[in-house]
């Protein structure tokens, strides 16, 4: 079985060669052709430039430049500054241009000008630099123009409009900029064939076309709008972090393959296309010289037959989620082909503003772009209160990602609800979206829809045509434990959902196939090296237990679980339904399934698995339901308030993973610690040291406690629905959970691990259907068992 592990590169490529030269004249970009301060730029990509779509990589590029200079700076080294609003986030080194990773320093002007030959790397940084002030101008002016006149978080409610996310303090903290960061771009850099946006660094970095040593993509202006696109949202999502003091910082997407990754891809293909209108991006930088580059309308000649602008012939989700455009058999579990139906909604509901509003382009592009603003900026929020002054809920009360304090381990239970159990996905994405664009757009008579109100049909009519309309109510009353159900909460119209399908969580399920195996299991020591290396590059995984030895030297490659590896687990899930299922997910997390029985933590059986029986060790019964400790009972704290003298007396997380115990005559299943008690083992010795004995024995890594899957075909495995050419599943790093396995277990060891599993399109797992109004799960109860499928894994360990 392949597990690959790698971190991806934002755009991929292969060469190959092209064909006929075009005539225009060369112009000479000489020092001395032009002014102090000024250059030239190539005004757009070669391709469109030349008009020539097989324009040869060895074309003499002169030929695109106007003989009119373009302004760069006054600077003399090729940064520069940014303004903020009022006397506030005024930035001094906004963004500054390089030539490559092993440049410390911005290029610097020679003469005073910036007009340097075509083929030169000086060339393609000031060309870099170029675009990317036109793009910053404009974010700029937008983000200024939505603080000071169109949300006005400064104004108290009633004054101002709706419930902006907008902070406050955007600007007194330069959180419309990242903290005042400067965002660094390596224009030359050694990444053939491929641009990337690092947010650890917060740097863009174009590489070449390793055939052609003079095409680069900072040649291309769309590829760069695409990268400067992620930097941009990864500066939205931190707007109220920064803003309200706090060191974290949320990210665009958590994995190799998540939904917040594959929406985030169309949403960068989407800021392309504010910029220049075209239906696909990349024409140079990518198209021409491999596969890779992207449609963003139904209506481009690269898509496959079938496809167009026709209600029945739209990008769909899920169908659509591998879908790529030059290969239409393929299946691959990719973000940039799974994004394809955010962008493609994105330019069709911008074509509706142009149309239903009489928007200009640029006014329906700013109009998309400022409720993408609101979207990441309430969704990236970890301080959780979604807005500096949220009607109808008390300022400080949470509304997302459930709560800012810290858990036992200290990590902030907001970040693990952005991170993996109530991540951005398709739904939860196009939600928020909505409601911005409802509230914004067509709530209280709004007149924003230039001059009229938007038909909010239409929206909610063009969601479902991209199968998008997968919620019920707009969710403005968002999900804290005690408002959350009490707001208004404007509700979709049900006839409006045609072709956005719901299925029921009780349809994903362990293969039932007597050939197949449950699961899959990989202790390839080099496979796992490298798996926990891509996820420490992230951030994800910050600790590995003492108990391990850093080289996984007791790993030993035999598709079985032995004491002292680290394992990577996956499912081997299976759709039983007719229709796609997708976003699915696996959480391993700890959650609130035991009860303390007199000080000892027993599993409940009083969820849909009905596990343990009462025999076999469960908890005791019940006897009130509703109170503290109770099986039934959810913490609204994440178990952080469990002691006896704290508000949730007796509420506590506990670890997935449970063990079986000799009790007298008969076997019980208990927790590991009951293990730990039986076998005298050392309490220092647990994976987590003597502080952490629930989960001694055999822990998630945490960081790596959640796994994600594009989409699983009808009546059929999610290995089968995303073959390789091989026809066997190509595992990534976030297909697998990743596990420690103590050195002291004793081999025939039996453990029962409790996962929580669920996916985007699921009926159950986001809509509470016991509640009339269709209201969304509120933020705690995703710390209990309802709106998840619970799918167990048993196995034996062996020496
Ligand atoms: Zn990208």
Do not use: M
């Given at each position: 079985m392949l597990l690959t592990g790698a971190l991806p590169g934002c755009l991929s490529t292969s060469g190959q060669s092209g064909a006929r030269k075009s005539s225009e004249v060369a112009v000479t970009n000489s020092t001395m052709s032009v002014p102090e301060g000024y250059g030239r730029l190539l005004q757009d990509n070669p391709i469109i430039l030349s008009g020539?779509?097989?324009?040869?990589?060895?074309?003499?590029?002169?030929?695109?430049?106007?003989?009119t200079p373009d302004f760069i700076t006054y600077n003399n080294s090729l940064m520069e500054s940014c303004l903020g609003s009022g006397n506030q986030g005024n930035i001094e080194s906004c963004y500054e241009v390089r030539k490559d990773r092993n440049t410390s320093l911005p290029l610097t002007a020679v003469s005073k000008r910036w007009a340097f030959?075509?083929?030169t790397s000086e060339f393609a940084q000031v060309n870099a630099f170029g675009h990317i002030k036109k793009y910053l101008d404009r974010y700029h002016n937008l983000i200024r123009d939505i603080y000071t006149t169109k949300a006005v978080p400064n104004n108290a409610p009633p004054f101002n409009f709706y419930e902006t996310a907008i902070p406050r303090a955007l600007y007194s903290t330069t959180a419309q900029w990242y903290g005042g960061q400067s965002l660094v771009t390596y224009a030359d850099c050694d990444l053939p064939g491929n641009a990337n946006f690092n947010p650890s660094d917060f740097t863009l970095c174009f590489g070449s076309i390793p055939e052609f040593a003079n095409v680069k993509m900072a040649q291309d202006p769309s590829v760069m709008h695409h990268e400067l696109g992620h930097a941009l949202s990864q500066m939205m999502m931190n707007f109220r972090n920064i803003a309200g003091g706090i060191v974290d910082r949320s990210n665009i997407s958590y994995t190799f393959y998540d939904e917040a990754g594959a929406i985030q891809e169309g949403v960068a293909d989407y800021y392309a296309y504010a910029m220049n209108g075209r239906s696909r991006f990349g024409e140079w930088g990518l198209i021409r010289f491999g596969n890779a580059g992207r449609p963003n309308d139904e209506n481009d000649s690269m898509h496959a037959p079938g496809i167009s602008r026709n209600v029945e012939e739209r990008l769909r989700y899920p169908d659509y989620l591998s879908y790529d455009s030059t290969d239409p058999t393929a299946t691959i579990e990719d973000v940039h082909y799974a994004g394809q139906i955010a962008s493609h909604f994105l330019t069709a509901f911008t074509r509706d503003l142009q149309e239903s509003c009489a928007m200009s382009f640029t006014q329906a592009t700013d109009t998309v772009l400022y409720l993408l603003t609101e979207t990441y900026a309430e969704l990236g929020d970890l301080t959780s209160s979604a807005s500096d002054h949220s009607a109808g809920v008390g300022l400080s009360e949470p509304t997302i990602n459930h709560r800012s304090d810290l858990d036992a381990s200290g990590i902030k239970i907001s970040k693990e609800w952005l991170m993996k159990v109530t991540p951005i996905n398709y739904r939860s994405f196009f939600q928020k979206f909505a409601k911005y664009a409802y509230q914004i757009l067509n709530k209280n008579f709004s007149t924003r829809c230039n001059g009229t109100n938007y038909p909010l049909d239409n929206l909610e009519k063009l969601l479902d045509s991209y199968g998008l309309l997968l919620f019920k109510t707009y969710n403005e009353n968002g999900n804290n434990y005690t408002n959350g159900n009490s707001g208004t909460n404007k509700t979709v119209t049900a006839a409006n959902r045609l072709k956005s399908v719901l299925i029921s969580?009780?349809?994903?399920?362990?293969?039932?196939?007597?050939?197949?195996?449950?699961f899959f299991v990989f202790d390839k020591r080099t496979d796992l090296i490298a798996a926990i290396a891509s996820l420490q590059a992230r951030g994800n995984i910050t600790q590995i237990s003492s108990q391990i030895p850093a080289q996984l030297d007791y790993n030993n490659g035999n598709g079985e679980i032995s004491p002292g590896e680290v394992v990577g687990i996956a499912l081997n899930l299976y759709n039983d339904s007719n229709s796609t299922m997708a976003g699915v997910e696996v959480l391993a997390n700890d959650w609130d399934h035991i009860k303390d029985d007199a000080g000892v933590p027993k599993p409940c059986n009083t969820f849909e698995d009905a596990w343990p029986l009462s025999t076999e060790g469960a908890a005791p019964a019940d006897p009130v339901a509703s109170s503290f400790g109770q099986c039934q009972y959810v913490t609204r704290m994440n178990g952080t308030a469990?002691?006896?003298?704290?508000?949730?007396?007796g509420e506590y997380l506990h670890p997935v993973c449970f063990v079986q115990v000799k009790d007298g005559g008969t076997t019980k299943w208990a927790t590991q610690d009951a293990l730990r008690i039986s076998q005298n083992g050392d309490p220092n010795k647990c994976l987590g040291g003597t502080g952490n004995r629930k989960d001694c024995y055999f822990r998630a890594i945490r960081g790596a406690d959640f796994a994600w899957y594009s989409k699983i075909n009808p009546k059929m495995s999610w290995g089968k629905s995303v073959p390789d050419e091989t026809g066997s599943p190509n595992f990534n790093s976030n297909n697998i959970l990743l596990f420690e396995a103590s050195p002291d277990i004793p081999p025939g060891t039996v453990f029962d691990c409790r996962f929580r599993v669920r996916f985007t399109n699921c009926t159950e797992c986001f809509t509470k259907q016991s509640d009339v109004n269709g209201d969304d799960w509120l933020d705690f109860e995703y710390s209990g068992p309802q709106p998840f499928k619970i799918i167990h894994f048993q196995f034996t360990v062996i020496d």
């Open positions: 020539n779509v097989n324009l040869d990589g060895t074309a003499d590029l002169s030929r695109y430049l106007k003989t030959p075509v083929t969580k009780n349809l994903i399920k362990l293969d039932p196939a007597t050939d197949s195996s449950p469990g002691g006896a003298a704290q508000s949730e007396p």
